[in-house]
């Protein structure tokens, strides 16, 4: 080790006194030497490297170094094993917490055993210096092929095929690489590609107060640059300009400095890497563009979606190899005075021999042709059966979190039930807890509709689990997984809900217990006034006077009727503004229809067909929303961060359609798009489609019920007043269905 090495790496390891020659076994004196430097046996003239010594370990070479420590290749002189020993600096040992980080990611990786991945053997400290003990890779690096120029198409796809079901393997148990670049993929003796250093970068970023660690800033994400939360799409860009780099020969930004590079990366987008290399497959680059893509949500969703499209870029790019491999023969011209006098220097046997030759040299070159063929083949099927049982695995494993949350949801219902029937025995014997009932009737209803959806859901996520078991490909498995997950993640959102609701009725049971608790003490206090006065009451009782009375009572009772039938009416609403959040109007107006029973007073029932026809007007909105966007795109109506991209279709009552440039589009659905989104493509078409007046002023009506139905009422009444401004006799249709929202 010269001097330049020991000051740039700075690791303690002890020197070896005596050296045993690997030839003729002289015991040789290398105390006087350094280590790592070359000797050779003054007896057998074998030259050797003097190794050192760390731990149970002998280190053999150095592999690599870096600012955080040192790569050997070392022996294990416990297992007996060639081992590669990453040994940490000590200044990192003396720092605890990244001590209990640089264990807990050794352990992760510990748990990751996969062909494309380095596996990862033990974790220790010697002299206050963390180390790990990895599998030995001695194939080479990714960036010394980068090296030699810019690499073949398939053989740069073939690498990150195997680098990519590494790193999906990897986020399959919860690990983000963090520092996907050339140095961290190695190739083992068969050209096998594994993937090193699972997560460390991170860690050791947060022990720097939050400063990302770079390295080389060629390949990191720009999230990762601007020091926000990274995930695995952080990893998919950074293996995107990797393979950038393999098929131009250079990365997709470059610099002067460091800074630099990060702010090319920052101000502008990924080059189109045909503009470098013409010679690229379109599928090659339209993926490679849409791993670069700066907003994560733009990139690929998952690995498996990577890898469908990898995979499909290396079948296009092998067809105009083959198309190439028809190569026509070079004639030669031969005299035919020449051909007939070679044919009298061969004999029979002479050219028996030589067409037998010829025939097996056919053979052969078909053999190989067939064998190389039918290897290919078998990868193909294996990476399909893979990819296939993995979303098996999803699926499975969702599945059984699904039965176990329908058992939980279950329970949740058998508890909430019965509040109902506690609280209508109390009612039975104390009117002071007819209306903690009645709220307690109302949880205990939705609680029964939510058990019922529940139920739907579950037999719908049965129903892709069977189709997921008979799947004989990895796209239907992957959308029969989805589809299962989809429902299980409408069921946390039940359980969510029953959980609030049971808590609610309990708290509700409570407070009538109490009331319940009271009235009973003061009917037992009364009851004996009461049953002496009753035989008097009803003496002198007459039918006149108790018509009267009646009559009395119910003038008296029917404002309480109204403000209870009108307090149940708001319930509902409140009940149906999960269906409002959500657009689905249609569904809340229909909810109102088993509950028009209990609107017995003229009052109650015009407030009802208010409600009813607020959300039919808001629903006729959505569907006039749907067509306008269908007859024409509306162009930079929808923000993605900082950039407007155009929606491009309206996919019925579920969702619409954006376009992402070269990424091609994504699907939003209706209840992800918040109001002002909404409000931003409205007013779009009210200015395009040049309406009429009645018509501009019906759709500004409907926007500011819809405004008003989402709680935002200040929005809600600036839309209102325009709808008044644009035709004033529609004023008294705004007052009544949002009251006094419009002054003339």
Not at 403 to 411: C, T, Y
Request: aromatic share 6%; charged share 25%; net charge neutral.
């Amino acid at each position: 080790m010269d001097k330049t090495q020991k000051k740039a790496v700075s690791i303690e390891a002890e020197h070896v006194s005596q050296l045993t020659c690997a030839g003729c076994q002289k015991i040789l004196d290398v105390s006087h030497l350094e280590p790592f430097v070359k000797i050779q046996c003054p007896q057998c003239g074998i030259e050797q490297i003097v190794p050192a010594k760390f731990a149970s370990f002998l280190l053999i070479k150095q592999l690599g170094a870096g600012g955080m420590g040192v790569i050997y290749q070392a022996m294990d002189r416990e297992l007996g094993r060639q081992v590669a020993l990453k040994v940490m600096k000590k200044d990192l040992g003396d720092n605890l917490e990244f001590v209990q980080a640089f264990k807990h990611e050794a352990q992760a990786a510990a748990a990751l055993n996969h062909r494309n991945v380095v596996q990862i053997y033990s974790f220790g400290q010697h002299n206050g210096q963390p180390y790990i003990v990895m599998e030995l890779v001695d194939g080479g690096k990714l960036d010394d092929l980068i090296a030699a120029g810019p690499v073949d198409e398939l053989k740069a796809l073939a690498i990150h095929l195997e680098v990519t079901e590494g790193l999906m393997a990897a986020s399959g148990v919860g690990l983000v690489h963090g520092d996907v670049k050339p140095a961290n993929v190695l190739f083992n003796k068969s050209g096998e590609a594994k993937v090193v250093d699972f997560g460390l970068a991170s860690y050791i970023s947060e022990q720097r107060h939050g400063q990302p660690v770079w390295g080389t800033p060629y390949y990191i994400a720009p999230e990762k640059a601007r020091g926000k939360k990274v995930d695995f799409r952080s990893d998919i860009y950074s293996l995107g300009a990797t393979l950038f780099h393999m098929l131009t020969g250079k990365p997709p930004f470059d610099g002067p400095t460091s800074n630099d590079v990060v702010a090319a990366r920052l101000n502008q987008p990924a080059p189109d890497i045909l503009s470098i290399n013409p010679n690229l497959h379109p599928a090659t680059a339209k993926m490679i563009a849409r791993m670069l893509e700066a907003e994560p949500a733009m990139r690929y969703p998952s690995y498996p979606a990577l890898l469908i499209d990898m995979r499909n870029a290396f079948k296009a790019a092998e067809k105009p190899l083959a198309r190439q491999s028809h190569i026509s023969p070079i004639p030669i011209k031969v005299s035919e005075t020449k051909i007939k006098a070679w044919l009298r220097k061969l004999n029979w046997k002479t050219a028996a021999g030589a067409a037998a030759g010829v025939i097996l040299i056919a053979l052969g070159v078909l053999g190989w042709f067939y064998n190389n063929q039918k290897q290919e083949r078998l990868k193909q099927e294996a990476a399909e059966r893979q990819l296939l049982e993995q979303s098996r695995a999803e699926g499975r494993a969702t599945w059984e979190r699904i039965l176990n949350l329908k058992r939980i949801i279950a329970e949740t219902g058998t508890n909430i039930l019965p509040l109902a029937e506690r609280a209508d025995r109390m009612a039975e014997s104390a009117q002071r807890v007819d209306d903690a009932t009645a709220r307690i009737m109302d949880e205990t209803d939705k609680a029964k509709e939510w058990l019922n959806e529940s139920d739907d859901i579950w037999a719908r996520a049965g129903a892709a689990f069977g189709r997921l078991e008979v799947a004989t490909n990895s796209q239907s498995a992957l959308q029969f997984s989805g589809r299962i997950k989809k429902d299980f993640d409408e069921l946390i959102g039940i359980y969510g809900a029953m959980q609030e609701s049971g808590e609610l009725a309990g708290e509700v049971l409570a407070e009538a217990a109490a009331q319940h608790k009271k009235a009973m003490e003061e009917i037992k206090r009364k009851k004996a006034e009461q049953v002496k006065a009753e035989a008097l009451r009803r003496k002198l009782e007459s039918e006149k006077t108790t018509a009267r009375k009646k009559e009395e009572e119910l003038k008296k009772m029917r404002p309480a009727i109204i403000q209870r039938e009108l307090d149940f009416l708001e319930r509902a609403r409140g009940a149906n503004a999960l269906l409002i959040g959500r657009h689905k109007f249609s569904e809340a107006q229909s909810s109102l229809a088993s509950i028009r029973p209990k609107m017995t007073l003229d009052e109650t029932r015009a407030a009802l067909d208010n409600l009813e026809e607020t959300y039919s007007e808001i629903a006729k909105l959505k569907s006039w929303l749907i067509n306008a966007i269908n007859r024409a795109p509306a162009r930079n109506c929808w923000l993605m961060g900082q950039t407007a991209r155009d929606i491009v279709r309206a996919n019925g009552e579920n969702s619409i359609t954006v376009a992402l440039g070269p990424a091609g589009s994504t699907v939003i659905p209706w209840e992800a798009i918040a109001v002002p989104q909404i409000a931003r493509i409205v007013n779009y078409y009210i200015e395009s489609l040049g309406l009429s007046g009645p018509q501009r002023a019906i759709i500004l009506k409907q926007m500011a019920l819809f405004c008003y139905e989402n709680g935002v009422f200040k929005t809600a009444e600036l839309y209102a007043q325009a709808a008044y401004k644009t035709n004033p006799d529609i004023l008294a249709d705004l007052n009544r269905l949002m009251p006094d929202i419009v002054s003339p």
